[in-house]
């Protein structure tokens, strides 16, 4: 692939850029101020004013319009000439678009900069000319001749929508994404070795900023850091004395071997897959309306895990994720020399090694986004799906926010509305479906049997509930025909006939009756579903044509081969993104801006193969590129994010005008090509960030005012960034700390106990409540990793909910760590918490004797230090007063409900009827061990370590 | 330490640092609460707003539109083209009488009892102009709650909050009452979007707590929790020290613990009606299990709002009648009509209506025809898009109809207004410019109203 199409060069950049010679120098004042106005003050006008003062006559704001220069000299309502050529002064215009007198435009974020105001007076004060048409459009052609000028850069795109958009100008620093990843030998010195670039160049910004950087780290900090960042557990008591001890001997030694130690830990790519399920928004469900579980998709959630823990090379994953069914189909058909028939059987069939398997797993990616077409039209439905999948690749892969060209030409960027519509049509193949697809060797499924039986116990509930309904109607039904003397009908065969000749709807049942119908037949829906879990099917895609989609599609989406697929839809770009309003024809295609060829074809290098199949691979072979200069930034940085906390470019799901510009481009640039020679390594790249001085840190500022004034958020490093822990690591601590945490290798989705009040609460879906949430019955399932809990969009866990764990429905570039008061009340006194609080007291008290030495141990574990001797002392006295407090009480029995009483107002009487909804999960349930199972004493110390979870030392990691 | 203490109430948390630098906010006042009270852009006529959410969708020709054309109509074959109903569709007439009341010209079927009493029906103001764009449940509730389709933006409230703050730092600037259900889209319609999360609505909960975990477990006394909270304030200060600087995130987080204790008592305290008389319950209908739940929940939000609560607002399901119209809009109409009446009236009495807006409304309005079910004419309505209707009183609103739909309610004729000329008329009621009230989110300054919207005048006072 050539670059060369691409017009801007480095040298171009360091040179020439700034000083442009004046081609124009010698042309008259009249020239250069038609020049000006054409140019400058028409595109303002147009932008600035034309909404409200131009178009239909009847429709102008104050009577006044820009469209000529008439209409300018005359003014509006006011009768007050806007302009008054020659004297800027005297007319409204200026005035109105400084703000003195009206304020125009009146949107805040839209008003003229001082610069753009001065434009306006200098053409008023040459006599506001305003050139015809044609001499516009010569103007206009001569600019489009000059590449960079000192407006900016015009960027060679498959063209936009207007000659304006397509011949704009960029400044040069907003393209800095798009431009060439400089090679490691451009940026760096030849003197300084890949080990210590990070630090050449953070140290360089700090030194030019005349900051001092805060000292080594503690070797305890030291291991917390980098224990919970590799593999978002807390090191043990026992590991940070070894590494404390090594550290004394050999520091480099001991922290080379650390980060080495957890890169390989299976703890690793856990924690790891978090950050890309943030991104790519992991869920269990499908949102919306029904919120119907996508069973199976933990294989996707698995093979994430699976991908970080084996170093899997990104490029790969890029494209396992992004197409990795065709490469099933290819590898299917080498490996059988089968025809296209026999890969489509085997498509039906789910005839595939674990390699394959493997691939159509990955496509789970193209699964995840919230969709269900339930009261949408089929078309619009259709839309939805295929807009959520540009979306989520341009921000995933790209760092691209491509949605606002699914309307219009990017405001911003160099994306025009058809590279939009080329990337939605080389999506527009691909179809959803849960496909079979073995099981790996390595998917448990250990739970599936009791799994499968309590599901059954659910359907066979709801199956029967519906029937002894269902006999009482037809009862009714019967007597009906009888006394009519008609023979009688099944509700299906009656269903067309008049009115007259059949019993009425619901005959025989009273209203509730009715609504406890419709409940059951839903639930027998839902359950009959999740029976699927426990088959040998993924959640993923195919390729076809076209799709015949039904009202409730959403509920079931299986491969359906038609005998004549025909051609592939013909896609045209939608104009303000409306399916009827079609625009210029399209056909697949990738990102222009990025200047990175598909094909050898000078007139449109940017084209990807337009038959059925193969058009989603290649956009991926494209995005994997390593000469794509936005997939290699954009993973780089966001490595580098998930380390530091913040990007180097500080939105990693948008690199584009509006996002914020990299703080170091070298380094960035540096990352990247050292991503690429390392064979796209993600361990290595962790593992070279970690070993910078940069990394090791102390969060301790040196000088905190100095630091204010200069560098208030920390974007030049001089300090190791102290955060709050994430959600998944506060509760997958406490679980390690309370010595209660599971540890797993994945497989069906485990429910652990969540706020019983939010696990029984009623959940509207559509016709219907959605059955409640049962807690896994064993505490070796519940106390499982966070990653491993079944996602539920339309109902999330409130404990990790509140400490910010993101909405699924977006994808998160970074999370959110304010702390608002409701994090106290679940911190303080929720029944999670306190059973968290009795299992480390048991602990302490099975491992200890005496008070001081649990309370040693309970900082040991959970603080990795001693306690002083203050600390022992006066925590001592607590807990013995609390001894005390702790008599005098009588905690309560906790209760687990076997069955509940729902009710819901029906739709058709609008009154409320009630139903029983069994959960059979508490019949056999082990719970946590509960305050009232326990002394006055285990108690108090419970109150301890309750305390040692709030406090910020355990809560921050520095 | 008062002084101080108010200084990083809620704190400069990492997210604030953004907030800073985007917002509209000055830095002098990122210094204190993102939630403290602010002065409004503009004159402003209302200060809080209560808003009643009528999920599933009223019918406008069943409630205050009547449409006598569709009784003529009734089960006639209907062949117009919309809605999301297929095949056979015959038109349905209202199973409702309607009637003139008060001297606006405010008209209601009969079922409204209550709000149709003169004192009441004059405040009100029946718009009949609105148009929804969804046909579908979730996205037109976050359409009209939150001004985009796709969820995930941010609510009303959470705008007006971030607008103008809110009074009582003690509880939440914006909470949100639902039945025991959620509806549909749950809490995305009370979200804060890209907001800062002080935002969000606060959803006090019908039944056990009103806010997760809010009261401790019951074996620990208050002096208990007391206590719990000095010795972790005690280590929380050893450990400051222990650091030798200031982190301000990690001082308001100890600042949260002493707000959650105070709003441990100031929640229960707000919501308790025990506190209201007799007279004053059975106005709101506490007394009768049909009007019981609306009831309690309008009792609370005036108490909430003369807590100094900005924005309160309450669902209330069942509203989606696409069959068994007449059982349905009479149950439920009987559950509103005398709590709204008595919100109304006890903010009027006590003279909070003048800078109270309340509106009540649904997702969307309902078609003047339905499709069979199970092979029987099924007397409900399928959803509409292209028109509603909506009441709002006080907060400088003016009384009368505003707006019109044509002779079958199939379509807002008069006055058309979309969701976002709603938006912006309720915030400039409230003081607030849409064009102004904006935050840097995702590569632009956003807004509520989307793109900008105008302000719809004939509803003002």
Known sequence: MSKQFFFFAATILLVGFFRTPDLFADESTDESTERQFTLKVLPLLKDKCLGCHGGDPSDLKGGFSVLDRESLLRGGESEEPAVVPGSPDDGTLVGAIAWEGYEMPPKENDRLTDQQIDLFRDWIRQGAPWPDEETQAAIRDAEAQRRITDDGMIVRTSGGTSEEWTNRRYEVEDLWAFLPVKSVAECLPSEIDRNQAIDHFINRRLDEAGLEAAGPAEATDLIRRATYDLTGLPPTPSEVDKFTKAYQEDSQQAWEQLVDRLLDSPRYGEHWARHWLDVTRYADTGGMSNDYERSNMWRYRDYVIRAFNSDKPYNEFIVQQLAGDELADEAYRERNDASQEQVFQAQLDGDYNEEEAEAIIATGFLRMGPWDNAMVDADEARQMYLDDLVNITGQTFLSQTLRCCKCHDHKFDPIPTRDYYRIYSAFSTTQMAERPVPFLPEEDLSQAASGRAHVQRMLDFAVKEKNAILEKQEAAARAWYDEHELPYKTENERKDDPDEMKPPRHVGLSPTEQGQRKVREQDEWIWARRLERYEPMAQSVYNAASFDLSWNGARKLRIRRKQNDGAAPKNHILLGGALTALGDRVFPGVLSAAALEVRDDADDPYLLPGKVAGRRLALARWIADPDNPLTTRSIVNRLWQFHFGRGIAANSNNFGAKGAKPTHPQLLDFLASDFIDNGWSIKQMNRRIMLSDAYRRSSVVPNQKQLASVDPTNALLSHFPRRRLTAEEIRDSILAATGELVQSDGGLPVMPEINMEVALQPRMIQFSLAPAYQPSPTPDLRNRRTIYAYHVRGQADPFTELFNQPNPNESCELRESAAVTPQVFTLLNSDTITDRSIAMAQRLERERDSLPEQIHRAFNILLLRAPSQSETKRLGRYVNEMTVYHKSVDPKDAEYPASITRSLVEEFSGQTFQYEEILPVFESYRADTKPDEVGPRTRALADLCLLLFNVNEFMYLQ | ?461
Not at chain 2, 7 to 26: I, K, N, W
Not at chain 2, 60 to 65: I, K, L, P, Q, S
Not at chain 2, 193 to 200: A, C, E, H, N
């Open chain 2, 1 to 461: 330490m008062s002084v101080s203490r108010r200084d990083f109430l809620y704190g400069l948390s990492a997210s604030l640092g953004s907030v800073a630098f985007t917002s509209m906010l000055d830095a002098e006042e990122v210094a204190t609460s993102p939630l403290a009270p602010k002065k409004p852009m503009l004159p402003a006529k209302a200060k809080n707003v209560i808003m009643l959410f009528m999920e599933g969708g009223p019918g406008h020709m069943d409630t205050f539109d009547p449409k006598p054309e569709l009784s003529r109509l009734h089960k006639q074959e209907s062949k117009l083209g919309f809605g999301q109903e297929k095949g056979f569709k015959f038109f349905v007439g209202s199973p409702f009488q309607f009637r003139k009341t008060g001297n606006n010209g405010i008209e209601m079927c009969d079922q409204w009892q209550h709000l149709a009493d003169p004192y009441i029906a004059d405040e009100l103001c029946n718009f009949r102009g609105c148009q929804a764009e969804s046909l579908n449940h979730p996205e037109a509730l976050f359409h009209l709650n939150t001004g985009s389709r796709l969820g995930g933006d941010p609510a009303v409230g959470a705008w007006v909050n971030y607008g103008l703050g809110t009074e009582n730092q003690n509880l939440p600037g914006y909470v949100v009452m639902t039945e025991l259900a959620l509806p549909q889209g749950g809490p995305t319609n009370w979200s804060n979007g890209f907001l800062p999360p002080y935002y969000q609505g606060t959803r006090l909960r019908p039944q056990g707590s009103p806010i997760l975990d809010l009261a401790s477990q019951s074996f620990k006394s208050r002096e208990h929790q007391r206590r719990a909270l000095d010795e972790l304030s005690w280590l929380n200060e050893q450990h400051l020290k222990s650091l030798g600087e200031t982190d301000q995130r990690l001082l308001a987080r100890m600042e949260n613990y002493e707000l959650a204790f105070r709003m441990q008592t100031e929640v229960p305290d707000v919501i308790d009606l025990g506190k209201e008389s007799q007279k004053t319950s059975s106005m709101y209908g506490l007394d009768d299990p049909e009007t019981e739940v609306f009831g309690r929940q309008c009792l609370m939000a005036r108490r909430l709002v003369e807590s100094g609560v900005r924005f309160v607002q309450i669902f209330s399901g069942g509203w989606d009648s696409h069959d068994y119209l007449e059982r349905g809009h009479t149950a439920r109409i009987k559950s509103v009509d005398k709590p709204i009446a008595a919100l109304i009236r006890d903010l009027k009495q006590r003279g909070m209506l003048e800078d109270t807006l309340v509106i009540w409304t649904g997702e969307f309005g309902r078609t003047p025809d339905n499709n069979k079910r199970g092979g029987v004419y099924s007397l409900g309505r399928g959803h509409n898009n292209q028109a509603m209707t909506m009441l709002l009183a006080g907060g400088g609103v003016k009384p009368g109809v505003v707006g019109a739909t044509d002779e079958l309610g199939s379509a807002a004729v008069e006055c058309v207004h979309p969701i976002r000329d709603l938006h912006v008329t309720l915030l400039h009621l409230l003081g607030l410019d849409d064009n102004k009230l904006t935050y840097f989110h995702g590569g632009r300054f956003k807004q509520l109203s989307q793109f900008g919207g105008e302000v719809i005048k004939e509803m003002i006072a």
